[in-house]
């Protein structure tokens, strides 16, 4: 891929300017959101969209989420809005929420992973937004990270990954939820299908629903084959270099004892806040609750590449609440390999 020269854009209203004046003329733009990085593109544009994948290395039978300012632009991508979409937007947009529809047309099948259907959310984050309506365009946006590799929640990470692949990246600060959003669709009128998860949980969406239910890829790898609506569902993501084993222990003596019977050259291992050391490991912590959790986790999985760690044993998060997206995404970056103790 030819090397261009990646500006680095602040959150000044000119800069904002300038980023929407790119995205307009088909050039990929990072902006940041509350979730992670997205590497953003026009949505209705088939050749940046298609720049999106070649920067990223990402498999093209792996859809993109569409980003809105408003939802006036929802009508200008979805062909059928059904009423409980429009009772969860009111509750949860802007926000963290992705919900699937059929597409409109005007939305190439490039955006959609050659699906009928498309994802779409609203983020919170002010400076996406902004560069969302100042552009005019909606906004393909994956992660701004080489596919595989842990998504971007700074600037910094989005250069590390994309410097020299993209025409710009605005730097609107560290994100402040850490992980994506959550990917719903709608099986019937007054059924949500939850695809992936995220800091918006099973719980905080029963209310609006007479049935939910879990999609079965996010606790196990599902066939190659198998065409998915959400991304995240399908390949191995958010991995580092380090390789990650988590280990599903009944308590912290037994983690322990293991890490240390198993511990070689460049082990570290991953801990809760509240966990003690572990005496001759060298350890990370990222936090006691699902929220914090996924805050820090991608944080940490950088910062042990950057250390050199080989490998880094991992305390495993719950399976319920904000705390499945954690135990999602690190499992996507175990490869689904875990140690049950």
Known sequence: MNQISTKLLHDSPEDLRIASELLRNGELVAIPTETVYGLGADARNETAVRAIFAAKGRPADNPLIVHIADLDMLEQIALEIPEIAIRLAEQFWSGALTMIFKKRPEIPSVTSGGLDTVGVRMPSHPVAREIIRLSGCPI?????????????????HVLDDMNGRIAAVV????????????????????????????????????????????????????????????????????????KILPVDAPDFESFSDYVKSHAQNGTYCLLFDSDPDIPGIPCMRYGDTG????????????????????????????????????YNRLMRAAGFEVIKL
């Open 171 to 242: 730097d609107g600060g560290q994100c402040e939820v850490g992980v994506e959003s959550t990917v719903i669709c709608f099986d019937d009128p007054e059924t949500i299908h939850i695809l992936r998860p995220g800091c918006i949980s099973l719980e905080d969406l029963q209310p609006f629903a007479e049935k939910i239910y879990i999609d079965k890829a996010i606790f196990e790898q599902i066939s190659p084959d198998a065409k998915v609506a959400s991304p995240g569902m399908k390949y191995k993501h958010y991995s580092p270099k380090t």
């Open 140 to 156: 393909a946006a994956p992660s701004a990270n080489r596919s595989g590799l842990p998504s971007p929640t700074t600037a910094k």
């Open 291 to 326: 929220i914090a959790q996924a805050h820090d986790l991608f944080l940490r999985f950088r910062e042990l590449d950057e250390v050199g760690a080989r490998l880094a044993y991992v305390r495993m998060p719950r399976q319920t609440g904000a705390d499945l997206s954690v």
